[in-house]
């Protein structure tokens, strides 16, 4: 196995209570190729850096909890990505790696991540796998008693939210569940490119000069 790393940083809106700050992250991957098959490993990546990248970069994060939320999905043109609890460091970082572990679906080992931030004044949140059996809250999400479905940071989609909505029946939630092949980011496409035809190769007639003895009728006297 070989032990990688990747380092990536993004901007992001945290909404505490009722108050919206920007703040700047920084976060790290460790993670391992599992000597599966590389194609697949390449699609792990290009997950990963989706979620992070595609995600991440100008998301609202929020407690699932967040009356604003509402407010927040009507009125501002960002993704919001909901969160057990208060957006702090660890929960953003716990949330996300656990993301990263369901979307790349055993393809590589993420063995641990770590996020900083300015307003959590650049300290390093690191967790490892280990870490999360620990993280109660991660199986008593208040989206899985309203629905009996995992959250988002529980399943392999690309999805990063549930959005609780309240009706005159109760509570159902609005779970982002987009399919990682509208994305170009299917498994099917590591056998698809497997599968491409094999390079044509164009053979050239042999027209190579060859030197030809030419009779100029000397004599061979000495």
Not at 174 to 194: S, Y
Request: one cysteine or more.
């Amino acid at each position: 196995m070989r032990n990688l790393s990747w380092t990536t940083k993004w901007m992001s809106i945290i909404l505490l209570d009722d108050m919206p700050l920007p703040n700047f992250y920084d976060a790290t991957i460790e993670f391992r190729s599992t000597d599966t098959d590389s194609a697949e490993e390449m699609i792990a990546f290009d997950r990963m850096k989706h979620i992070l990248i595609g995600q991440m970069t100008g998301c609202i994060f929020a407690d699932v909890d967040n009356k604003l939320l509402k407010t927040v999905r009507k009125n501002f043109n960002a993704y919001p990505v909901t969160l057990p609890t208060e957006p702090i460091d660890f929960v953003v970082a716990a949330t996300i790696y656990s993301k990263l572990i369901s979307v790349v679906e055993g393809r590589l080992e993420i063995t641990g991540f770590g996020v900083s931030s300015v307003i959590g004044d650049e300290i390093t949140n690191w967790i490892e796998y280990d870490d999360l059996t620990e993280l109660a809250w991660t199986m008593t999400d208040k989206v899985k008693e309203v629905s009996g479905s995992l959250p988002w940071y529980l399943r392999s989609d690309a999805g990063c939210n549930d959005i609780l909505v309240e009706n005159k029946n109760g509570w159902t939630v609005e779970q982002d569940k987009q399919d990682w092949a509208e994305l170009g980011l299917g498994w099917d496409m590591a056998k698809a490119d497997a599968k491409k035809d094999p390079p044509v190769i164009i053979k050239f007639p042999d027209n190579r000069w060859k030197p030809k003895i030419i009779d100029g009728g000397l004599d061979d006297k000495g």
